[in-house]
């Protein structure tokens, strides 16, 4: 099932925290690999590319919040992988890496178009641990055909799930699963519903404005979530609550 698409039409819907990261993306099905240099890792002499940055203040603003809540469950010191999944303009993957020198963040996307977004802040990260971004469309369930090739210690998924069909979260827990290494985590972050209640106002807004765009979009329950989840050996660990009303949501592989 492809995602939605019309990234213009989205952008300009959106009332809630402004510019909402992942709004614009349009989700849909591909085939075909990346080349060889997605798998390479940006090193200093790569030719600056800042002019090719995009920019969403919304990911600015939530940057921070949730490095905060990064760092009570992310190593600091031994080696390890994180695949960061809708990465978008590459402003989040980009500035986590600066704070954990000691992981290896894999951006992707479903939208080449932000390839070289991502690019561009990876080169002018000073840790140089960003590999170039991989095509990775979360509603194609199989996992042969999302190009990965390594086992991960954590996942990392902003803005995603309420923006997409059920289909991408069922691939983001499905696949997570088979790629995670045991008690791996999962981070998403974004916009919920709880319970069947969407609360205060201005996420019931939210909630209308991105489905009036897509049926199939819209804030996800978190209940729901965990249902999907548990089938795929992963658990919910933590909910963090964070500025704008959004929430930051720790899951881990059981095994």
Not at 125 to 146: A, C, F, G, L, M
């Amino acid at each position: 099932m492809k995602c939605a698409s019309n990234i213009r039409q989205i952008c300009q819907c959106i009332i809630y925290e402004n510019m909402i990261n992942r709004c614009k993306r349009a989700f849909t099905r591909f085939l075909g690999f990346p080349n060889q240099l997605s798998n390479s890792s940006i090193t200093s002499n790569t030719e600056n590319m800042s002019s090719q940055k995009v920019n969403y203040p919304a990911a600015d603003r939530n940057k921070t919040p949730i490095l905060e809540v990064l760092k009570k469950h992310f190593d600091i010191k031994i080696p390890g992988k994180v695949l960061e999944l809708a990465s978008g303009t590459g402003q989040h993957a980009s500035f986590f890496a600066t704070h954990f020198p000691n992981l290896e963040f894999q951006p992707s996307d479903v939208e080449e178009s932000l390839f070289e977004s991502i690019r561009a802040y990876a080169n002018d990260t000073s840790t140089k641990n960003v590999k170039y971004p991989i095509k990775i469309d979360t509603s194609v369930e199989d996992i042969k055909d999302w190009n990965v090739n390594d086992l991960y210690d954590y996942i990392i998924c902003i803005n995603m799930i309420h923006v997409s069909p059920i289909e991408c979260t069922i691939g983001l827990f499905k696949n997570g699963s088979q790629i995670l290494k045991p008690s791996g985590l999962i981070v998403t972050y974004g916009a919920y519903a709880y319970n069947g209640t969407i609360e205060p106002q201005s996420n019931i807004d939210f909630d209308k404005s991105i489905r009036s765009q897509h049926p199939d979009w819209g804030l996800r329950d978190i209940l729901d979530i965990e249902n999907i989840a548990s089938k795929y050996g992963i658990v919910l660990l933590h909910k963090y609550d964070l500025p704008s009303n959004n929430k930051c949501l720790i899951w881990r592989k059981e095994s």
